[in-house]
């Protein structure tokens, strides 16, 4: 296999991850799509360095959020764009008041700061702590205490 087919099967398979990260760190469709691009150029610039002593995944969150937060701060410099299009979930069922929900939360992630939303968004995959504190850099007790006050803040957001 050469090392282009290697890259797009890792892409392909883990595909969700760059998804869901372009997806919170960008409001309008546009963006998401332009992010969901960048990241991929990014991880195809270090895949050659990557040495497989991490998890792929883990490899993929860490180069994915660091786009992220190079593009979010980018676009604060910029100025902020007002999205009127509403959101299209890649949903295989589709189900109205869960997408109403999902919306919700998405909608309070976004509030949240870059770091808070990496961390959350990593929970929400189901990482460990483990995992949450490789790819974040954060210490395994900070990790935990983050998140809960994380769920905090959400669920008070989210009920008024």
């Not at 410099?77 to 069922?93: A, F, P, T, W």
């Not at 770091?115 to 990593?122: F, M, P, T, Y």
Request: proline residues 1%; charged residues 30%; without cysteine.
């Amino acid at each position: 296999m050469s090392r282009e087919e290697a890259f797009i099967k890792i892409i392909k398979d883990h595909e969700g991850i760059i998804y869901k990260i372009a997806r919170i760190y960008a409001d309008i469709t546009e963006e998401q799509a332009d992010l969901y691009q960048e990241i991929v150029f990014q991880m195809w610039k270090s895949f050659e360095s990557f040495r497989g002593e991490a998890k792929i995944s883990t490899w993929m969150y860490r180069i994915a959020l660091n786009t992220a937060l190079f593009h979010s701060k980018q676009k604060n410099k910029r100025g902020r764009n007002v999205s009127l299009d509403k959101i299209v979930l890649k949903q295989e069922n589709y189900d109205p008041v869960m997408e109403d929900r999902l919306k919700i939360l998405y909608q309070q992630i976004r509030r949240l700061n870059d770091l808070e939303k990496a961390v959350i968004l990593l929970f929400l995959e189901g990482r460990t702590h483990e995992e949450i504190s490789a790819i974040t850099g954060l210490s395994h007790t900070n990790v935990g205490t983050r998140i809960s006050r994380i769920k905090d803040k959400l669920r008070k957001t989210i009920k008024k």
